[in-house]
């Protein structure tokens, strides 16, 4: 029996440890994706026509080699597949945590655990829920909550955003983005096993912050300056 105890509980460690690499694989994926998103809405700042130009490019790449929005297809498809996977390793994960503390009374709140940490969950599912809509705002649908036209890329982006609650959503989401950066960042430095020592987990956390503060502030540059009048048709 005990054996068997043994066998079972090295299966459960050995399965923990891949849906925690799985997470971190994932994770940093689409920190790539991000990365480059960001880039691109700041295109937004050249101006019209060079903003409605990227966004173009980007059904072209790959011609006449892949069809017209080929290599869109292909990064959608990985895209999906890794938030599937994401998804579904933080559930059961957060299920397998949840059933290790069989008694409650001697669960006490971890009060040296960052915010960000224990805002992973809520702010995972907060991104989720704002990834669905920004699809909807800007890819699927093409909602323009002015009103005015969707056929133009930049024109789009800017009367959603010219919309003050708009804004303030998207900033929301920021925030949340941000937090789920600084300890994903973390968590997957750890999995990894790239925080053995103190520098390496020093750097761990710099290294968090430097990618939430980039990607989150990045992303919020556009919305801001354009509900400023900054950026406008």
């Keep these: 029996m005990a054996t068997t105890t043994l066998v079972r ?3 459960a460690s050995r399965s923990t440890i891949t849906l925690k690499l799985l997470m971190a694989a994932s994770g940093i994926i689409f920190i790539g994706f991000v990365l480059l998103h960001m880039y691109g809405n700041l295109k937004a700042f050249s101006g019209h026509d060079a903003y ?3 966004a173009e490019h980007l059904r072209t790449i790959g011609e ?11 990064i ?3 895209l999906i597949v890794s938030l599937v996977v994401h998804v579904y390793s933080a559930a059961k994960l957060w299920r397998r945590s949840n059933h290790a503390r069989t008694q409650r009374y001697v669960v006490k709140k971890n009060l040296a655990s960052s915010f960000s940490s224990r805002w992973m969950r809520w702010g995972g599912l907060t991104i989720l829920l704002f990834l669905i809509w920004h699809l909807v705002n800007f890819t699927i649908g093409k909602v323009n909550v002015s009103g005015g036209a969707t056929n133009d890329p930049y024109n789009l982006l800017v009367d959603t955003f010219d919309t003050w609650w708009m804004t303030i959503i998207y900033l ?4 949340a983005l941000g937090m789920h950066l600084h300890h994903g960042v973390w968590s997957s430095a750890q999995t990894l096993g790239l925080t053995n020592n103190a520098r390496a987990r020093r750097n ?4 968090g912050w430097i990618v939430a503060v980039v990607i989150a502030g990045g992303f919020s540059l556009v919305p801001i300056f354009v509900l400023a009048g900054v950026i406008t048709k």
Excluded: Q, S, T
């Design 52 to 54: 409605n130009e990227y």
């Design 76 to 78: 959608r498809a990985v």
């Design 9 to 11: 509980g090295a299966r």
């Design 64 to 74: 006449p080699m892949l069809p017209r929005e080929g290599l869109l297809w292909i």
């Design 204 to 207: 761990a956390k710099a290294l």
């Design 172 to 175: 929301v989401a920021m925030f």
